[in-house]
């Protein structure tokens, strides 16, 4: 008699099967979280209905289970889908002409007060409809998935008038509908003040816009940036937020020190993102209150600046960091969570292991999302990659490769 139980899908025999699962189960900010990646040699995985049922050695597993489908990861590394917390990803337009700009040493911050930059994508945007916005989304998606992300957030931010911004998250709540990738969205209004608009004027807009914004997004990002949005300005609005029931998130020490981390930390934010400028209390403030640093280092790499954030020296301090694109058409056109797990570990020298647990589990902590993705658990998301590598420390090593061969999204193979 056959008493093994009937399943969706058995992964077996997995070089390295990554659980990305902490000791610690509050959000890992430690830095002997961070490294552990719970790595199970020879490893399996079974999945039924949507929902990992089982993760443990490749023997132990197939005594137990008979697979509809069964993948051979021999050879292979085998974890879970990218989390890509931080990303503009629905916009219309490319910005091209500012890469020349740039080779020529025109600053990311000038070419906004020029009347580039946010200001140059704002124009097209509010001029596509929602039919155009939502094509080219959707392909970027698609193609997202094939680069292993199984979990995306993105933020407004290309409207700047309550319709427009209303136009972006509409067309993420319906991409959310037609395609595999979990999506949480963000309303940032505050990207920048719009071209027409009188900086007060506008920050009212966006304070009284909150209320019939809120059914459309779950979080409320702020670009704090000097010239953009100051800190008491931010404060302004993400404490009223706050109040109305967003969770909240912060651009926070992007180009200048402004002191936003330690709003971040005040108000209590899940996250607070970039972080290059960050200063000693603002690391201790975010340490504190257990706010996540999501940083990207694509954008510094992209915009061809020296400064990077400081990813040691937070983790030594207790911030739990994440890793995210930011994906947007300015200051980082890529979308490829490989790529930017690589430049963390080149450029802000952290440990392979580090930087996937950062792109994975913390990054689910990132978006509230860590009670159902980011880590190979029972009882979570079958939102499974298979990497043609045979170690974690392949997958930085090679850069600006697409090493994924499989995506499991929802227990489906997608790719
Ligand atoms: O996160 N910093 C502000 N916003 C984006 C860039 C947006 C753009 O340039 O279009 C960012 O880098
Ligand atoms: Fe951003």
Redesign the pocket.
């Known amino acids: 008699m056959n008493s093994k139980t009937n399943i969706d899908i058995l992964i077996t025999n997995a070089s390295e099967l990554l659980t990305c699962k902490s000791s610690n189960p509050q959000r890992p900010k430690i830095y002997k979280d961070l490294s552990d990646l719970g790595v199970i040699n020879n490893g399996a995985i079974a999945v039924e209905n949507g929902k990992i049922i089982s993760v443990d050695t490749t023997e132990n597993l197939i005594k137990l289970f008979n697979a509809k489908t069964t993948i051979n990861a021999k050879d292979k590394v085998v974890m879970p889908g990218f989390v890509d917390c931080?990303t503009?990803a629905i916009f219309s337009g490319t910005r091209e002409n500012e890469f020349l700009k740039k080779q020529e040493g025109i600053s990311?911050l000038d070419i906004l007060k020029q009347g580039g930059?946010?200001l140059s994508?704002v124009e097209k945007t509010r001029k596509a409809t929602k039919e155009e916005l939502f094509q080219k989304a959707k392909k970027t998606l698609k193609r997202m998935l094939e680069y292993g992300t199984t979990t995306v957030e993105i933020k407004s931010?290309?409207g700047l008038t309550f319709e427009d911004e209303k136009k972006i998250l509409e067309v993420a709540l319906e991409l959310e509908k037609i395609q595999p990738i979990d999506i949480i969205r963000t309303y940032l209004g505050a990207?920048t003040v719009p071209k027409d608009m009188i900086r007060e004027d506008y920050i009212k807009e966006v304070i009284t816009s909150l209320e019939n914004i809120k059914p459309y997004a779950e979080f409320c990002d702020v670009?704090c940036?000097k010239g953009i949005f100051s800190v008491d300005e931010t404060r302004e609005i993400l404490t009223y937020a706050k109040k109305l029931g967003f969770k909240l998130k912060l651009?926070s020490e992007?180009n200048n020190l402004l002191h936003s981390a330690e709003l971040a930390s005040e108000l209590h934010a899940i996250s607070a993102d970039?972080l290059e400028h960050i200063s000693d209390t603002g690391v201790e403030a975010l340490a504190k209150n257990n706010v996540i640093g999501v940083l990207?280092p694509g954008?510094p790499f992209y915009l061809m600046e020296e400064k990077y954030a400081n990813a040691k020296d937070m983790i030594n301090k207790g911030v739990a960091l994440a890793i995210a694109s930011?994906f947007?058409?300015?200051?980082?056109p890529s979308y490829n969570m490989q790529l930017m797990i690589s430049l963390a570990c080149l450029k802000m020298k952290l440990l392979p292991s580090e930087a996937i647990n950062a792109a994975t589990i913390n990054a689910a902590f990132a978006i509230d999302r860590a009670h159902e993705v980011g880590s190979l658990e029972v009882g979570k998301k079958a939102d499974i990659i298979i990497l043609d590598i045979e170690n974690h420390n392949q997958l930085p090593y090679f850069f600006g490769i697409n090493l994924v061969e499989t995506v499991i999204k929802n227990g489906k193979i997608v790719f």
Do not use: A, K, W
């Not at 947007?328 to 980082?332: A, K, V």
């Open positions: 931080h503009h990311y930059g946010i994508t931010g290309y990207h670009f940036e651009h992007q970039h990207l954008v930011d947007n058409p300015g200051s980082c």
